[in-house]
């Protein structure tokens, strides 16, 4: 499994709202400027989050990104899902796929279903207040 830049970019901007919104509209050219990332990849992102409530924007003068709840109310699961689509690590676990005819009889997919599922506790278990004060990962460099 090998989460995309979309992915990842996403993180980063959400992060970014996390620690510099404070309630407040910031310019999609801001969060560019400050992530290194392309207006044109952000524009491509943004709409997904917006369109999914995760944040919300505003247009003209003043306008911009903002968070819709409390940074400690998102989980990166939840947003990797969004962006992601997925975090199944075989096409079987993937959401509506159909039923394999292989299924009952699988001897992988005991292994692959708890892995499917470590995988999204784990990101479930994260949230953007836990990153932002890096308290489950004090060896990353501030």
């Known amino acids: 499994m090998i989460i995309s830049t979309r992915g990842r970019y996403a993180l980063r901007v959400m992060l970014d709202l996390a620690e510099n ?9 801001k969060i560019a400027e400050r992530q290194g ?22 247009s003209g003068k003043g306008g911009g990104y903002r968070l819709t709840r409390k940074p400690d109310e998102y989980k990166v699961g939840e ?34 279903t708890e892995f499917h599922n470590l995988v999204n506790h784990y990101f479930d278990s994260i949230t953007l207040s836990s990153l932002i ?10």
């Not at 392309?38 to 944040?55: A, D, F, W």
């Not at 004060?133 to 501030?142: A, G, I, K, N």
Request: net charge negative; with cysteine.
């Open 21 to 29: 919104g404070n309630g407040e509209y910031i310019a999609m050219k």
């Open 37 to 58: 990332i392309s207006l044109k990849y952000l524009e491509q992102i943004l709409p997904v989050l917006t369109q999914n409530n995760i944040i919300e924007g505003v």
């Open 79 to 112: 947003i990797l899902r969004l962006t992601e689509g997925n975090l199944a690590p075989v096409a079987c676990l993937q959401c509506n796929a159909e039923r394999c005819d292989r299924a009952d009889t699988c001897p992988t997919l005991p292994m692959w």
């Open 133 to 142: 004060e890096q308290e489950r990962f004090p060896h990353m460099e501030q």
